[in-house]
Structure formats: C-alpha cells, structure tokens
C-alpha cells in the first residue's frame, strides 16, 4: 500500500507562488500517472495537473501556463508549481497515483492533502 505525503500548502498573496510536493513510499515509476487534485469548499474534487509514467503531462485550462507538474525520481516525489496564484486557486490540494492493470483494473490511492489559501 503506497503511502502519499502532500507538502507545501500554506498562505500566499495573489501573484505569489507555490510549490507543492507528494512524497511516495515507493517509486513512482510503479504508476502510469501521478496527479494533483483539489477541492475547494462546496466543490467537486477537479484534477488539476496530471505526469504520465512517460513523461506526458495535462493541465486544466483553469491552470495552464501558470501551474507546472514534474517529477524528481530519485526521490520519490512530485512536485507542482504554482505561479500567479488566484484566490479562485483556494482549495485543499491531494496527490493521486493510479496504477493500470492488463485486466482494465484501476488502482488510486490518494495523500492526506495540504491546504492552499490564496488571498485577494
């Protein structure tokens, strides 16, 4: 069972930045992709950005060009940067790892979440 740590949420301005991490207990290769949700109050969970096992990545319209998702392999985590953050940005952030199987199951496991509050 991976274990999943978010990191890195915290107060920030609007026009300030943020880098988020998800620390996994196990090597992230292991997953076709991690992906970073968030949820703000009242709202559903959206994905916000997604990195294939290749390298492929995905972001939400809401956040392409500002929000960047990468992996450092050699540590076991992903990382998300967020530049010019918005208020609309507010909300509790989680890591998702989805693992694919020959027999079309589908496997997520999700982190505790870390909190990201972006004041106008």
């Known amino acids: 069972q991976v274990q999943l740590v978010e990191s890195g949420g915290g107060l920030v301005q609007a026009g300030g930045s943020l880098r988020l991490s998800c620390a996994a207990s196990?090597?992230?290769?292991?997953?076709?992709?991690m992906d970073w949700y968030r949820q703000a109050p009242g709202k559903q969970r959206e994905l916000v950005a997604a990195?294939?096992?290749?390298?492929?990545?995905h972001y939400a319209d809401s956040v392409k060009g500002r929000f960047t998702i990468s992996r450092d392999n050699a540590k076991n985590t992903v990382h998300l940067q967020m530049n010019n953050l918005k208020p609309e940005d507010t909300a509790v952030y989680y890591c998702?790892?989805?693992?694919?199987?020959?027999?079309?199951?589908?496997?997520?496991?999700w982190g505790q979440g870390t909190q990201v509050i972006v004041s106008s």
């Open positions: 998702n790892a989805v693992r694919l199987s020959y027999g079309g199951g589908r496997d997520s496991s």
């Open positions: 196990e090597s992230i290769f292991s997953f076709n992709h």
């Open positions: 990195i294939t096992s290749g390298g492929s990545t």
